[in-house]
């Protein structure tokens, strides 16, 4: 009986991300835009075009601090519904192309076109092809990398920026991915690769010449295995269709303080109702609560509680979010607050709902209920806190939707 081959890997994963979204579906919607340096947000800046990353501009950075390095920089307000209306679209086009979808934000997915090149064209014809709708369907750019696993796909991606299409061959992933920097991997964030660059590492090669125990004892077992995956190209080659989000959240800048502690409270409360007025209308409970910290000098931090049970109540969510913030707060005198955020993680359907036992008064899921329905008919906007009716509830950035779990 003659010996079975294994079939030749094939790269037929394609990330496909649209270039400096926000930005440019301004400059789509507004040809006085184009060709010029746009950033938009407020005080902060949400999003900027290349012709403003190009002179130093970059997301989370405030505005002041972008318009000093960028003179002339066209600063606009956001318009979320027009970004979720493009997002819309182009993910009807990435479903057109294929069912096997996986979205990882508004603005970018991965696509599984394998087995595709039998019945219609090769997975990078096909990328070509979902470049070409994405511009004269939506009218906006887009970058697709074309990989044998997602990750290779999500990095090529990254070095195809802006606005094109990168093959890696997979019996060239070493050539492609080895001489690339550290920072462009999936998953090395700064703190990993200031720790790598203390040893002397600059490119996934180098990391690539050392053993994985070596790897393991810089930077910990879990990531040490991950990054000694990463650079032999040993990632899963899975695109993940159907799988419910793991957390929720939603986070808001602040500026550079002083801050009135009473008004972080109200912001981060603000942030509460907003992330679970979300679970609740995604019929999941959470079990942990993360709170997260951006301080004066831009470094990061975050705290967590975790529930005996699962729960959807803001009360009790709320509770202890405030209980994280108040915990923090000789921390945040010393180091100065820019940046409040929610998660909330451990998500779970909400089929079986253990509540709490109330003894100090009665149950207050009732509140949450009128509140959910209030803002179904009104709009988020309807109910508000007292404390935030001066400030605002601040910008609420469009999500992708919650998918439903495939049937088993």
Do not use: N
């Amino acid at each position: 009986m003659p010996a079975t081959v294994d079939p030749a890997p094939v790269a037929g994963i394609l990330h496909a991300d649209l270039d400096a979204f926000y930005a440019s579906v301004e400059q789509r919607d507004d040809r006085r835009l184009r060709g010029r340096p746009v950033a938009v947000g407020g005080g902060v800046v949400l999003a900027a075009s290349y012709e403003a990353k190009r002179r130093g501009v970059r997301t989370a950075m405030s505005a002041r601090q972008a318009r000093s390095l960028c003179p002339g920089l066209v600063v606009v307000r956001p318009r979320f519904e027009a970004y979720s209306a493009a997002s819309k679209a182009v993910f009807a086009i990435f479903r057109d192309t294929t069912p096997a979808v996986q979205g990882v934000s508004i603005d970018e997915a991965f696509l599984d076109v394998r087995g595709l090149h039998r019945i219609d064209a090769a997975p990078v014809r096909l990328g070509a092809r979902l470049r070409d709708r994405v511009r004269d369907e939506v009218g906006l750019p887009i970058t697709v990398g074309v990989a044998r696993t997602p990750f290779l796909a999500k990095v090529a991606s990254r070095v195809a920026k802006p606005d094109g299409l990168l093959l890696v061959d997979p019996d060239g992933e070493d050539a492609f991915l080895h001489p690339l920097p550290l920072e462009v991997l999936w998953g090395v964030g700064a703190v990993t690769a200031e720790k790598l660059h203390a040893f002397g590492l600059a490119t996934a090669g180098d990391v690539a010449a050392l053993p994985r125990s070596v790897l393991e004892h810089a930077l910990g077992p879990a990531m040490g295995r991950h990054l000694h995956a990463v650079v032999h190209g040993r990632t899963p080659d899975r695109v993940e269709t159907g799988r419910r989000r793991g957390s929720v959240g939603a986070q808001r800048a602040l500026g550079r303080g002083p801050h009135d502690p009473a008004q972080v409270r109200a912001a981060l409360l603000g942030l509460v109702d907003r992330v679970c007025r979300r679970m609740r209308g995604g019929h999941r409970l959470a079990r942990t609560v993360v709170l997260r910290l951006r301080f004066a000098d831009y470094t990061k931090a975050t705290r967590s509680r975790s529930f005996a049970f699962a729960t959807a109540s803001g009360a009790q969510i709320g509770a202890a979010a405030v209980a994280l913030l108040d915990e923090a707060a000789p921390l945040l005198r010393e180091r100065g607050i820019t940046l409040v955020g929610v998660a909330l993680t451990g998500l779970e359907p909400d089929d079986h709902w253990q509540p709490a036992l109330d003894l100090d008064g009665g149950a207050r899921d009732g509140l949450d209920v009128a509140v959910d329905a209030v803002a179904d008919r009104f709009g988020s906007g309807a109910l508000v806190r007292g404390a935030l009716l001066r400030r605002g509830t601040g910008l609420e950035v469009p999500t992708l939707p919650d998918e439903p779990e495939d049937d088993a």
